[in-house]
């Protein structure tokens, strides 16, 4: 297994259109993390997965952002309507346990235009 | 809720020089803290972790971090940094027990080592 893989890697999008990102974490991991940075900032939480239940998600995630984990491995983040305060980095992560240390992904870069 | 704080926003030093980075947290409870670098088009990766015991912990690249829990405090410490400790440098603290899962992050330190 080689990590965390995430894909696209890179995302140019026009205001208003919708975008799916994916996440493959590590394969016995059930834990699966989104985060969202911006330049000159830490990563902040998004939403977190044990398994395929979504057990957490943050105040961050207004109703245009949805993500799913639907048997347990890979997730999908969707954004809707996307707006230009959307761009950012948004990394995704897994861990076996949770507060044990996560796993990072490359990120997908989104940029809207 | 927990937060954490980076007091360093860039560092600059020679190679040889001493390095300390400054990190502390706010949160009531229990805690597992951690050291994350990004290296130069590279992604997040653990330089070293707290969970407990020893408050004095060592992690790859000759890093160790010291908790002081009456400080809320893990700084991050290199008796000699290199040019390839030039990177972006982000603690991080999980809340242990019923408030576990996310981590959350300083706004992390920019160090760059001149040779």
């Known amino acids: 297994d080689t990590g965390v893989s995430q894909d696209p890697r890179h995302k140019i999008t026009k205001r208003g259109q919708n975008v799916t990102f994916r996440c493959d974490p590590i394969?016995?991991?059930?834990?699966l993390y989104w985060y969202r940075q911006t330049l000159g900032q830490g990563p902040e939480f998004l939403t977190y997965?044990?398994?395929?239940?979504?057990?957490?998600k943050s105040r961050l995630l207004s109703d245009r952002f949805s993500a799913e984990r639907p048997k347990g491995s890979f997730s999908t983040l969707e954004i809707q309507r996307t707006e230009q305060g959307d761009s950012a980095m948004y990394l995704c992560a897994s861990s076996y346990r949770t507060s044990d240390e996560q796993f990072f992904g490359p990120g997908t870069r989104l940029t809207v235009l | 809720a927990q937060s954490v704080s980076q007091h360093n926003h860039h560092v600059i030093l020679s190679e040889a020089a001493s390095l300390e980075l400054g990190c502390n947290y706010s949160y009531g409870g229990t805690v597992n803290l951690f050291w994350y670098v990004q290296y130069p088009g590279q992604h997040l990766q653990l330089l070293l972790k707290y969970f407990s015991g020893d408050p004095l912990v060592k992690g790859i690249k000759g890093f160790e971090a010291e908790f002081i829990k009456s400080k809320f405090s893990f700084n991050l410490r290199k008796p000699s940094v290199q040019w390839s400790d030039t990177a972006e440098y982000f603690c991080?603290?999980?809340?242990?027990?019923?408030?576990?899962?996310?981590?959350?992050f300083g706004d992390g330190t920019t160090l760059t080592v001149k040779p």
């Open positions: 991080a603290v999980n809340a242990v027990g019923t408030n576990a899962g996310k981590s959350t």
């Open positions: 997965f044990q398994n395929e239940a979504q057990l957490e």
């Open positions: 394969s016995e991991h059930n834990r």
